[in-house]
């Protein structure tokens, strides 16, 4: 049973420049204890579908169109909000992008780390305090008992970082949803929070899902892999796979433009065109417009099917043999 | 993973460029879709029109007294009905909104110069002069205003040029820190430093160059001031430090209609009416602005 | 802390000097006043006056001695009523002035915190646009069109409290609301763009991802920044109040320091009126202290 399944989630969001369909009918699956990364570039809908799942979209304008999630047998998109918070902050976590943005600047480290434990569980604070020390060490924060009664600004960057997972693992979740949480930090932090939270999920057995629009860190990090575009999932399967054999014209693309990977001195490829507009209803593949081998059967339904070892893609021509890429 | 669009002809000429839209331009559009500031703005000009130009039209004058019309209520003949001393209330109105409104006007633009001549000089020089200069507004700031404005009436007579000053002088403040905030982040983008470079003189840049950068928020504060200056002659009218009578401020009937409200109540109703919408149209015209120009704050 | 408090104390200093300065010098250039050379005075008052404030010495020597009495808290003697003293009257009549104007910034914080939480919790809604334009109206309506009207309504029509005077206990809710509702309305402003720009930031996100109420939302992490621009605007709001509670004093005859003030300028009481601006040139460049250095508390990243 995996511990996470979302079957067809469509989140719009209803502006006065139409409807923007964010998130436009999102499936997937992640057990106990996997990791799974989330790619895709601005707006393709990777943040809102996990923002949907833990109702963190605000309502007006946004709307749940349909859709499941179940979490450990509870549809977190039909739960009543008093469900809901019982499992935010306890069961699934989540760390965002921006460590010096997402910690409540007037509040001491201390108050906002244990706050988790207070909502959740009937503890002294005594003994709240306590644990936030050890989950600061945890992370690697040196003087702890003494830094925990700093402010956010008084730590940098990746420090802030570090706190914020400290403080979404306290409760110690099943789930623990990252938000690019390393885009806003050096390359040398980024690699020491990708271990620290490498290290974590293996010692907690926690599963993880890491949404990023850099394909580097999630190979680093993830089993599995969907890869995202205009709302929806054109692609996934195991990591190795997904950079080794694409399964979609779109993953291809994306790994040839790695730029380490072309040969020295040749111009850089990029994929012609630009990300559709998501406000605009379109027909078939989402893809099809910037496709090298679009067709005319690319107009029709479009299906994130599943393939052979383990990968599943959303390319018809893939799936009914034509194209091998 | 990067994403690097290259642009097709197609959509290079999807994305032709919209005529050219400058900030006043743009402010002007946003402004006009504020209906409470539209609404403001009208009512404005509406009251401003009735004061300026309406005595010509009366058959009556602000002092013409007539016994026999005692305290009438509104009516064909006295639209806004009488007073006491049977003077016309209409005529009173309009004569005591040009005073109001004159005496708004006229001690905003008082400290309006005083307040971005220093505030500008202030944020421009920096360093030392403007240290010294913050720290004299930050004294004058701790004073209580209006305490002093009641004793700069006393001791210097009630004269209404007077009252511009003195309450002009009094408001200069926080325009002189707005300012000065603005004229500082100006200060520090490039264009002043080409223009330093090219051998500008500094007066030269203060005006020609930091001033109309600073317009925005200067407005924006501006339309704001005049209600809080009415309010102050008002209130020093009400305590019979501001305008004598037989002159009238909108002030000065309130206080007059305050007292025989009991009986008379449209004699205290009506210029309250007109003065609160004044203020009321002011304050929106300027909230209408401040989101206008705030490119920040736009909600599209 | 301790030294931003020390230092913001020197501070004052040169304020109340200045106010000082000024206030004796114009109160000497009054006319009608007692230095006024056409007062005519009973001759043994007039004596006594005289060598009570210096009259017959050059005038930058009675600057020092009023500078010299002023460091000793002695603000002299009224100089109409002269066996009144300054310091007793406004011992009897500030406790009224005081009750009055904490009363009304008590209902103004109460009713505008509220109404702009209300305001900022749901936005662009009936209920917003309604507080909105109340306050609105509060901002526009001065003190001296409001008390009357109230007056009317609430005394002389429907009888359920004194029209003036200050006997009854209930003699105090109508000025303190009339006083109270101006800074009500920018309260209530006020607090609703801060709590709208506190609500929309990143931690408020992470405080709902992990599971707060908006209770627990509100009240432990909006409020602290949210309420940031109100407690700065304390300072203005209590020197509005003061100044305010001289016309509401004056309407409802109340007998505080605001109406004595007044009077005291119309007879050109010029110790009076000399000492009462000290007075309060004290008091509100004390109060400005406080709140600067609650903001300082309350605002984390102003202390580092």
Redesign the interface.
């Known amino acids: 049973m995996p511990l996470l399944e979302v079957k067809n989630l469509r989140t719009y969001f209803h502006t006065?420049n139409g409807v923007v369909r964010a998130v436009d009918g999102v499936s997937f699956e992640i057990e106990k204890g996997q990791t799974l990364g989330i790619?895709g570039?601005?707006g393709s809908g990777k943040s809102v579908t996990c923002y949907s799942m833990?109702?963190?979209i605000p309502q007006p304008p946004g709307r749940i169109e349909s859709g499941e999630a179940i979490f450990d047998g509870v549809d977190l998109l039909k739960a009543k909000p008093a469900e809901l918070?019982?499992?935010?902050?306890?069961r699934i976590?989540?760390i965002?992008q921006?460590p010096m943005?997402?910690?409540?600047?007037?509040?001491?480290v201390e108050d906002q780390l244990i706050?988790?434990l207070l909502?959740?569980q009937k503890i002294e604070r005594k003994r709240a305090v306590e644990l936030g020390v050890q989950a600061l060490q945890d992370v690697g924060i040196q003087d702890a008992a003494n830094r925990i009664r700093s402010?956010p600004?008084?730590f940098s960057g990746g420090m802030r970082q570090r706190v914020?997972i400290a403080?979404a693992l306290i409760t110690k979740p099943d789930l623990l949803i990252a938000d690019e949480p390393t885009t806003a930090l050096d390359v040398t932090v980024q690699a020491q929070i990708i271990e620290l939270v490498k290290r974590m999920q293996a010692e907690r057995g926690m599963a993880v899902i890491w949404i990023s629009?850099?394909?580097g860190v999630v190979a680093g990090l993830c089993q599995r892999v969907n890869v995202m575009y205009a709302g929806r999932v054109v692609e996934s399967g195991p990591t190795a796979s997904i950079f080794r054999t694409p399964q979609h014209p779109y993953n291809r693309a994306?790994q040839k433009?790695?730029?380490a990977l072309q040969p020295k001195g040749a111009e850089?490829y990029?994929?012609?065109?630009?990300?559709p507009d998501v406000s605009k209803p379109f027909v078939g593949c989402p893809f099809a417009p910037r496709c090298e081998f679009a067709q005319e059967v690319c107009r029709g339904p479009v299906e994130l099917k599943p393939g052979d070892s383990g990968q599943a893609t959303a390319c018809v021509r893939v799936q009914n043999g034509e194209l091998k890429l | 993973m990067t994403q690097t669009p290259s642009m097709t002809d197609a959509t290079i000429a999807a994305n032709t460029a919209e005529p050219g839209a400058s900030l006043w331009h743009d402010a002007w559009l946003r402004l006009r879709k504020n209906k409470l500031a539209v609404f403001g703005g009208g009512a404005l000009i509406v009251i401003t029109l009735f004061c300026l130009v309406g005595p010509w039209f009366s058959p009556y004058t602000y002092e013409q007294q007539d016994f026999a019309q005692y305290a009438k209520a509104p009516s064909a003949k006295h639209w806004f009905g009488t007073d006491k001393l049977g003077r016309d209330q209409m005529t009173r109105l309009m004569h005591g909104g040009r005073i109001s409104l004159g005496v708004g006007i006229c001690a905003t633009l008082v400290s309006l110069t005083i307040g971005v001549l220093y505030g500008a000089m202030a944020g421009f020089f920096g360093g030392k002069t403007d240290a010294a200069m913050m720290r004299i507004v930050d004294i004058l700031y701790a004073l209580p205003f209006t305490v002093f404005v009641i004793l700069l009436m006393v001791v210097f007579g009630q004269k209404i040029v007077l009252l511009f000053v003195a309450i002009g002088a009094v408001e200069w403040l926080t325009m002189a820190r707005i300012v000065r905030g603005q004229v500082q982040s100006l200060r520090k983008q490039e264009f002043i430093e080409a223009a330093l470079a090219l051998g500008l003189s500094q007066r030269r840049i203060i005006l020609r160059h930091m001033i109309p950068n600073v317009l925005g928020p200067v407005a924006v504060y501006t339309t704001l001031t005049i209600p809080a200056v009415m309010l102050l002659e008002a209130f020093l009218s009400f305590l019979g430090l501001g305008v004598q009578p037989p002159m009238s401020s909108w002030g000065t009937m309130i206080k007059d209609g305050a007292e025989l409200m009991e009986e008379f109540p449209w004699l205290l109703m009506i210029p309250a009416a007109f003065f609160s919408l004044t203020l009321f149209s002011l304050n929106f015209l300027g909230d209408g602005l401040r989101d206008a120009l705030d490119v920040r704050t736009s909600k599209d | 802390m301790f030294r931003f408090i020390a230092a913001r104390l020197l501070q004052t200093i040169p304020v109340l000097f200045v106010v000082a300065t000024m206030t004796f010098f114009m109160v000497r250039v009054m006319p009608g006043g007692p230095f006024d050379s056409e007062r005519s005075v009973p001759p043994e008052i007039k004596r006594e006056l005289d060598a009570y404030y210096g009259l017959d010495k050059p005038v930058f020597q009675q600057y020092l001695a009023y500078l010299g009495k002023l460091v000793r808290g002695d603000l002299g003697y009224s100089i109409k009523f002269a066996n009144r003293s300054v310091n007793e009257t406004i011992a009897t009549t500030f406790p009224v002035s005081l009750q009055l104007g904490g009363m009304a910034l008590g209902l103004a914080l109460l009713l505008g915190i509220t109404a702009g939480v209300m305001a900022a919790l749901r936005p662009n809604s009936a209920l917003d646009y309604a507080a909105s334009g109340l306050s609105m109206m509060g901002i526009c309506l001065p003190t001296f069109v409001l008390g009357p009207l109230l007056v009317f309504a609430f005394a002389l029509k429907l009888q359920w409290v004194n029209a003036s005077g200050w006997f009854d206990s209930t003699d105090i809710i109508l000025p303190a609301i009339t006083l109270g509702i101006v800074y009500a309305a920018y309260i209530a402003r006020l607090t609703r763009g801060g709590m709208l720009e506190i609500l929309s930031q990143d931690f408020i996100r992470t405080a709902r991802a992990k599971g707060a109420s908006e209770v627990r939302i509100i009240f432990r992490h909006a409020l602290r920044g949210g309420l940031l621009p109100v407690i700065s605007f304390l300072g203005p709001a209590a020197a509005g109040i003061l100044t305010g509670s001289f016309v509401i004093e004056m309407i409802f005859q109340i007998p505080g320091l605001g109406r004595h003030f007044v009077t005291s300028v119309f007879n050109r009481d010029a110790t009076m009126i000399t000492g009462v601006a000290v007075f309060y040139a004290a008091l509100i460049v004390f109060f400005n202290l406080l709140v600067d250095i609650l903001q300082v508390w309350l605002n984390p990243k102003l202390k580092y």
């Open positions: 006065r790619v570039e601005s833990l109702g963190l918070r019982q499992i935010r902050g306890k976590a989540m965002f921006d943005t997402s910690l409540n600047p007037y509040m001491r706050e988790p909502i959740h402010y600004h008084e914020m403080m629009h850099d394909l994306l433009s790695i730029p850089l990029t994929i012609a065109g630009m990300p």
